[in-house]
């Protein structure tokens, strides 16, 4: 007689948006197998590119043959459609009931997955959100003009809208899949501002967010894209949260 | 409720608070004296609490030099076995 009383296996489905990242996702892939088959949980890591033209898709279809195309999906994009859409696009490809969310740009290192997933297993969180802030985090590479920015802003956000969550523009996060599939509906913004109205949107429907400390280490190769204009955007979005949730 | 509604109750609740100070009778001289101007009082302190954060915030601002040389290290083994495998790893 077979008894089978272990639970049925999660599938955890890996989101990651490329712009230009031909280096970093060979080395992200890399670091992500590397920690996951240590692990013993079933996953497929899921790429959304928005027609990079420095050749990403090239290096991802290589990695396919390494690692199996079954493991590693691409699911590109005609053009640079911005991150907020491509989230929702990968999420319609992922086959997990839970989905990670992380950068290419080895920001996000995979060395810190084991811990949002005790975290969840433990807490049963709907999310778990990496935090720079806290006991055990932080970061690596940022200027005093970053440094001062990221403070300014986390001050402002926290003042006018009180989130619980010490790091909102953190986008290294695990979500249940439907919390991910209702929030990504109702978020309008674009750009930076849209991992923090995930986040305070979160908050607001009542959802449990858990944290985990991370270190974030500032992208070795590549260019971001922070500027004024972001600084612009971010401070309409936080008004667009303080009159909207 | 909103945030803003929310918000905006704690600023409606202290500038009650003020009124009420500003209409009662036999205050202390001095008290009635500065009352006209504790709104300007709060906005200021309000606006030094903030740059006080982000001071104290950049002071203890967490930092890990030594996580980026760990990086390092991972970014070396990761390039080693995709040149094995014949996958491009040039940076240019
Ligand atoms: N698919 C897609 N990915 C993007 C786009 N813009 C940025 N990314 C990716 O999103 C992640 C974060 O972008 P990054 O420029 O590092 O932002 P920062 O770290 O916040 O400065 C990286 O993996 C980028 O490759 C886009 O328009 N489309
Ligand atoms: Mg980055």
């Known amino acids: 007689m077979e008894k089978d009383s272990s639970p049925p296996r999660r599938l955890y489905s890996i989101l990651i948006p490329t712009y230009n990242e031909r280096l970093n996702i060979a080395l992200l892939c890399y670091l992500l197998f590397k920690t996951l088959n240590d692990l013993d949980v079933d996953f497929e890591v899921i790429i959304v590119d928005d027609a990079s033209p420095d050749g990403t898709q090239d290096v991802i279809k290589q990695l396919q043959q390494i690692y199996g195309d079954h493991k590693i999906l691409l699911r590109p994009r005609a053009a640079k459609l911005g991150l907020g859409t491509a989230y929702v696009h990968g999420l319609q490809h992922a086959a997990g009931d839970y989905i990670f969310i992380m950068d290419a740009d080895l920001s996000h290192h995979p060395k810190y997955i084991p811990s949002f997933i005790r975290k969840q297993l433990d807490t049963n969180a709907d999310i778990v959100t990496g935090t720079r802030y806290l006991k055990g985090g932080g970061v690596h590479g940022w200027d005093l003009r970053r440094k001062l920015t990221s403070r300014g802003a986390n001050v402002l956000a926290h003042t006018l809208l009180w989130p619980h969550v010490s790091d909102l523009t953190g986008s290294f996060r695990l979500y249940r899949k439907p919390v991910l599939e209702e929030l990504v509906k109702s978020c309008v913004s ?11 949107r979160a908050t607001r429907k009542g959802y449990y967010i858990a944290e985990v400390p991370i270190s974030f280490v500032d992208r070795v190769y590549g260019t971001s894209k922070l500027g004024g204009a972001e600084i612009v955007q971010y401070l309409k979005g936080l008004f667009l949260l303080f009159f909207t949730t | 409720m909103k945030q803003v509604f929310k918000f905006g109750a704690v600023v409606g609740t202290l500038v009650a608070l003020w009124i009420g100070l500003l209409l009662s009778p036999d205050l202390p001289q001095s008290f009635s004296l500065i009352l006209p101007f504790l709104p300007v009082y ?6 030094c609490y903030g740059l006080g954060m982000v001071g104290y915030g950049l002071m ?13 290290k991972d970014i070396d083994e ?9 996958v491009d790893v040039a940076y240019q």
């Open chain 1, 190 to 200: 674009k750009g930076y501002v849209f991992q923090m109205e995930m986040i305070v």
């Open chain 2, 42 to 47: 709060a906005l200021v302190a309000l606006g």
């Open chain 2, 60 to 72: 203890v601002f967490p930092t890990c030099p030594h996580e980026s040389i760990l990086l390092q």
């Open chain 2, 78 to 86: 990761a390039k080693a076995f995709l040149k094995e495998k014949g």
